[in-house]
Every structure is written in C-alpha cells, then in structure tokens.
C-alpha cells in the first residue's frame, strides 16, 4: 500500500512562491509516477504535473508552464513541486497522487492514479 503525505501550503503574495513536497512510503518513486493535482472552490479538481518513474519526463499544464517544476529527491522518497510567481488563480488544496506505469503524457488525469495524499492548502492573496 502506497501512503503519501503533502506539506509546505500556506498564504503567500501574489507573485511569491511555496515548495509543496510530497512523501511517499510502501514503494519507491524508482516504480511510481507521481502527479500534483489541485482543486479551487467550486471548480473541477485540475492536473497540474507529472514525472515518470524514470523520472526522465515530466509534464505540466499549461497554466503553470514556466512557473512550476515538479522534481524529486530519491534518498527521501519525496517529490516536490517548486511553485513560483504564484497567481490568485494558483489558489487551492493541492493534491499528490502516484500509481505504477503511468507514462505522463498529454492531459495529467486523475483516472490514472490509484493513490492520494490528502492535500494541503494553498492560498495566494494579498
């Protein structure tokens, strides 16, 4: 059984940044793509990134491209997504979530991934 935990949300500037990291125990990051996915009040839970197993390809949407990267740190069995000149609309509970195979390509779609942390918030305001 996989169990993920996030940390690092909180309240920050518009144009701040925040590092969320997710740690993951009962199977390395070597078999487990992992995704970041958040849901804003009221709206659809949205895909943000995304990194293989290989950890070779990652994927972003296009409303952080350029903004965000996901990364990861083996050692710690921990993925992190770097947050920078965040945006109001950045707003919300941030989800990990990871499964085996996922190849990372085209939409981040939460159908492709079995387990999930339990999120944490994010808020960018002034």
């Known amino acids: 059984q996989v169990h993920l935990v996030e940390s690092g949300g909180g309240l920050v500037q518009p144009g701040g940044s925040l590092r969320l990291a997710c740690a993951a125990s009962?199977?390395?990051?070597?078999?487990?793509?992992v995704a970041w996915f958040r849901q804003a009040p009221g709206k659809k839970r949205e895909g943000v990134s995304c990194m293989t197993s290989s950890g070779s390809s990652t994927n972003y949407a296009d409303s952080v491209k350029g903004r965000f990267t996901i990364s990861r740190d083996i050692a710690k069995n921990t993925v992190y997504l770097q947050m920078n000149s965040l945006k109001p609309e950045d707003t919300g509970v941030y989800y990990c979530?990871?499964?085996?195979?996922?190849?990372?390509?085209?939409?981040?779609?939460?159908?492709?991934?079995?387990?999930w942390g339990q999120g944490t918030q994010v808020t960018v305001s002034s």
């Open positions: 009962g199977l390395s990051l070597d078999f487990l793509a």
């Open positions: 979530a990871a499964d085996v195979g996922v190849r990372c390509w085209g939409d981040v779609k939460s159908d492709d991934y079995d387990y």
